[in-house]
Each structure stands twice: as C-alpha cells, then as structure tokens.
Antibody
Framework: EVQLVESGGDFVQPGGSLRLSCAASGFTFSSYEMIWVRQAPGKGLEWVSYINRGGDIIYYADSVTGRFIISRDDAQNSLYLQMSSLRVEDTAVYYC??????????WGQGTMVTVSS | DIQMTQSPSSVSASVGDRVTITCRASQDISIWLAWYQQKPGKAPNLLIYSASNLQTGVPSRFSGSGSGTYFTLTINSLQPEDFATYYCQQANDFPHTFGGGTKVEI
C-alpha cells in the first residue's frame, strides 16, 4: 500500500525551529517528485515547496523562502522540511504529497505545527 | 505569482443536483490545473488533473473542463459523500498556487 506518514509537528515559540519528516512506503520513493502543502486552521490550502527526484531542483513559496529548507533522503525513503525563524502565521497542518503529473497525487495525513508565545 | 480565483466560495445543493464550480487563473496556464476534494480533518484528494483527466478511482460523475484561464469542475447527480470543500490548483508555474476553495453544503 502506498503510504506517506508525516511527523515532527509540535508547539514552538516564534523564532524557533522545527524539522518535519515524511516517511514513504509502498513505492519507489526515489522515482517521484515530492511537495509540501500547508493549511492554517480554518483556511485554504497553501503550496509550500517542491523537490525533484534528484533533489537538485527546489522551489519555495515566497512566504517561506529563506526560512524553510526541503530535502530528501532516498536511502531512508524520507522527505524533510527544516523550518526556522518560525512565525505565528506558519501555524498550520503540514502535508507531504507525492506528485502525479505535476499535482499532488498521494497525500499523508498531515502533522500540526503551532507557533505561539 | 499566478492568482487562482474560485467561485462561488460556497454553494448550497441537494442530493441529485448538478453543481458547477469555476476557477479562473490570472494568466494563461494551458491545461495545468487540478481539482481536489477535501473533507473536514482529512487530507485533500485529487479528483481531476491536467484540467480534464479523471484520477483513478474517482467516480465518473466528476468532470473537469477548460484551458487557458477558465476552468470548471462539474459534479453530476450530487451524492451525500460529495459534500466537502473543493480546491483548484495551477501547476503551470512555481509556486503552484491554490484557489480559495468552494464549500459544497446542504
């Protein structure tokens, strides 16, 4: 069964850091491009970041550029999102997804990040 | 960044109705548009990709059309399980922006 499981969400103070992980199983992780998408409480979806199969082509939303770093470890079948200089407005459920024809085809269940003092 | 505008933001409908949701892009995105369904507390689910391609396992009552800047999602014969929020997303240029969502409710 194709599965993505996010972890690492937590309560953190503004200015803090957090590393999210996304564990993949049931498919050849190295063959797929991956993305992160987030959703603030009661709000819509916001695309956050993209990484290609080799990990050498990366894009970010303007709102996180310079603060978040996406990476992958194909040997560990894992995707990561290193988040620093966190702001209250980064509070959201963070989803990882496997791309399908440029879009999010398979999604994880999400992990909650709360940034508050 | 490309702006995606969905309308309406919410729609009231009944079981058996036909519902159409529109999505407009601020610039030409060719056919690089997807539709997702999201239910409360759940991850989004891909329904339609590349404007009109039905994702595997999605019921045929869902259909998508359009190209360029104007797109539609149509749900024929609305079923109880279709009451949810629907999002469009463009994938022509990074960042791959989403529309604001359309809530389909009773």
């Amino acid at each position: 069964e194709v599965q993505l499981v996010e972890s690492g969400g937590d309560f953190v103070q503004p200015g803090g850091s957090l590393r999210l992980s996304c564990a993949a199983s049931g498919f050849t992780f190295s063959s797929y491009e991956m993305i992160w998408v987030r959703q603030a409480p009661g709000k819509g979806l916001e695309w956050v970041s993209y990484i290609n199969r080799g990990g050498d082509i990366i894009y970010y939303a303007d709102s996180v550029t310079g603060r978040f770093i996406i990476s992958r470890d194909d040997a560990q079948n894992s995707l990561y999102l290193q988040m620093s200089s966190l702001r209250v407005e980064d509070t959201a459920v963070y989803y990882c997804a496997r791309r399908h024809s440029r879009f999010g085809g398979v999604w994880g269940q999400g992990t909650m990040v709360t940034v508050s003092s | 960044d490309i702006q995606m505008t969905q309308s309406p933001s919410s729609v009231s409908a009944s079981v058996g109705d036909r519902v159409t949701i529109t999505c407009r892009a601020s610039q030409d995105i060719s056919i690089w548009l997807a539709w997702y369904q999201q239910k409360p507390g759940k991850a989004p689910n891909l329904l339609i990709y590349s404007a009109s391609n039905l994702q595997t396992g999605v019921p045929s009552r869902f259909s998508g059309s359009g190209s360029g800047t104007y797109f539609t999602l149509t749900i024929n014969s609305l079923q109880p399980e279709d009451f949810a929020t629907y999002y469009c997303q463009q994938a022509n240029d990074f960042p791959h922006t989403f529309g604001g969502g359309t809530k389909v409710e009773i």
